[in-house]
């Protein structure tokens, strides 16, 4: 019986488990995609063609990598794919794979959890075709797909570069890209992002392709509203010289991203604010230990950092994991992994600096937009209460919920959590972390009322 | 909403019905895929009554649920169709 459970194969699932299994253990490792890689480096279905080249670019040969490793990896690990863990509870992962309910064990749990787009709704954003810039890569890169014929990437970010230029070489039609980040703030922190040479790279790189070929940009400019009736027909932007009307029948959409914390708030471990996110991160120190006893997090499950941080993060965790199992440690190795992972930390410090989330974009939100896209609840109706609510104590987001239902839909609060919180805190005039964070909710995402097997989790 | 095909259009086609109509797509296609390769919404919004499509792609927003026949709700971002589906659109 195995007794190390890593959820999530991508790149630090896997680092995790090559150290696990090296070190002679046999880890459950659990995904809820059909295959390994995560999302930045899923595989595609059986059948597609296209070369690694193709699907990752400059990431070809980490892709590549990361798959033989996992390949290697398969006999050793009890892998279970197509598995969504939605709950946890002391030493205990609560399973769902294919209507079947089941129970796994643990000793120790890394959650690999990975990471979703973060959006700033604007009105006509439920409209179909518009994805978030997460999913328009997706339906390229595991669908051969573009979102629409004639495509407008929104938000800011490496993402939104990176994705509007795979489009653009896959001979789709970019209508403009659109960075809701000045120059100005860019240039600003250029000499910090040198530090992450060969991503800053890359970054330009794309940037320089697409103006090479004559892809509309725009920095600095403020998304009004995607128009349009059943479909999209237009975004309509603010810029220094006025308003916009930019044609397209499909908008990406995207400010960065943020983790998926759920499964590390159900396993009870605290939160902390942190600044630079403008959000609640769970507590974890250098080796991806929490306060909770056999609890790991690593990857941008715990915090944005990447793929490459998610691989020494991974490998990271997995020693702090040995090492609560009292077996070998190479302190060379983990000196090595220590030194990687601060590298990196100086240049994401850069990153956010570059792109900060424009949380003015969110507390500017027409009250007639839809906030909420599970339940179609608008911001105004957030404010409305808000403003209600203002003479009790304490007023924040979990009051905010039960009086507007804001974060009770389907998605649990995933899309309208951050922007709520800024709604919530500008009409309040207080801190964003005074307003807190929407708590977890068990199942972490939604699963079928007549499951079999299903029990009352203690 | 309709998709566009850039590129892996050489895989088998797959029959399925769409609301009882016929329709086709390909062979690895999710459900979200084979029916925006057929229609321009996945799912009315059961609040306001307007169109849906999805919108992450990625199993986290829960905005493109579907029914198939014999198998119930299912998200369709995440689900590869089979042979001879039924899907029925919310």
């Known amino acids: 019986m195995s007794d190390v459970a890593i959820i999530g194969a991508g790149p630090a699932g896997t680092r995790a488990a090559e150290v696990l299994v090296r070190a002679g253990l046999r880890p459950v490792v659990i995904d809820e995609a059909p295959d390994n890689g995560g999302r930045i480096y899923q595989r595609p279905p059986g059948g597609f063609t296209r070369s690694a080249k193709t699907l990752y670019g400059f990431e070809a040969a980490k892709a590549r990598a990361l798959h033989a490793a996992f390949d290697a990896l398969r006999p050793h690990v009890d892998f279970r794919p197509d598995t969504l863990v939605w709950n946890i509870r002391p030493h205990r992962l609560f399973t769902m794979r294919a209507g079947d309910t089941g129970e796994i064990p643990f000793d120790q749990a890394l959650l690999c959890t990975g990471a979703m787009d973060r959006v700033i709704p604007l009105p006509g954003w439920t409209l179909p075709g518009v994805t978030s810039l997460g999913g328009s890569q997706v339906a390229l890169k595991a669908q051969g797909c573009a979102i629409g014929r004639r495509v407008a990437f929104l938000g800011t970010g490496p993402l939104l570069w990176l994705v509007a230029y795979q489009y653009a070489k896959a001979g789709a039609i970019v209508a403009a890209v659109i960075d809701t980040t000045p120059f100005a703030t860019k240039l600003r922190a250029t000499p910090a992002l040198l530090r992450g040479r060969a991503t800053f790279a890359k970054g330009l790189y794309y940037i320089a392709w697409l103006r090479a070929h004559r892809v509309p940009i725009l920095e600095g400019a403020t998304p009004l509203a995607i128009e349009g009736d059943g479909a999209v027909r237009a975004l309509r932007i603010r810029t220094r010289r006025g308003e916009q009307r930019i044609a397209c029948d499909a908008v990406a959409l995207g400010w960065g991203l943020k983790p998926e914390t759920q499964l590390a708030d159900l396993a009870d471990v605290p939160f902390a604010f942190d600044p630079a996110q403008r959000g609640f991160l769970p507590k974890r120190d250098a080796t991806g230990a929490t306060p909770i006893p056999g609890i790991f997090l690593a990857g941008d499950g715990a915090q944005i950092g990447g793929a490459d941080v998610a691989e020494l993060a991974g490998a990271r965790s997995a020693w702090a994991i040995l090492a609560a199992r009292n077996l070998p440690l190479d302190h060379a190795e983990i000196a090595r992994l220590d030194a990687a992972l601060a590298r990196h930390a100086a240049f994401r410090v850069a990153l956010d600096r570059a792109f900060p989330f424009p949380a003015s974009l969110a507390v500017a939100m027409p009250d007639e937009t839809v906030l909420c896209r599970c339940e179609s609840i608008t911001a105004g109706e957030m404010r409305a209460a808000a403003r209600a609510d203002a003479t009790l104590p304490a007023p924040e987001v979990n009051r905010a919920k039960a009086l507007t239902r804001i974060g009770m839909g389907r998605c649990q609060g995933r899309l309208c959590g951050p922007p709520a919180a800024e709604i919530l805190a500008a009409t309040l005039a207080c801190p964003l972390e005074s307003v807190g964070r929407l708590r977890g909710q068990p199942p972490v995402k939604p699963i079928p009322v007549l499951s079999r097997g299903l029990e009352q989790p203690r | ?90």
């Open chain 2, 1 to 90: 909403m309709r998709l566009q095909r850039l590129a892996e259009t050489a895989r088998p086609a797959i029959a399925f019905t769409l609301d009882g109509q016929p329709a086709t797509a390909l062979a690895g296609d999710t459900l979200l895929t084979a029916i925006l390769a057929n229609a321009d919404h996945v799912r009315r919004s059961e609040f306001d009554g307007g169109n849906r499509a999805g919108f992450c792609w990625m199993g986290a927003c829960q905005d493109c649920w579907v029914n198939v026949e014999g198998a119930g709700r299912q998200r369709a971002c995440t689900t590869y169709l089979q042979p001879d589906m039924r899907i029925v659109r919310p």
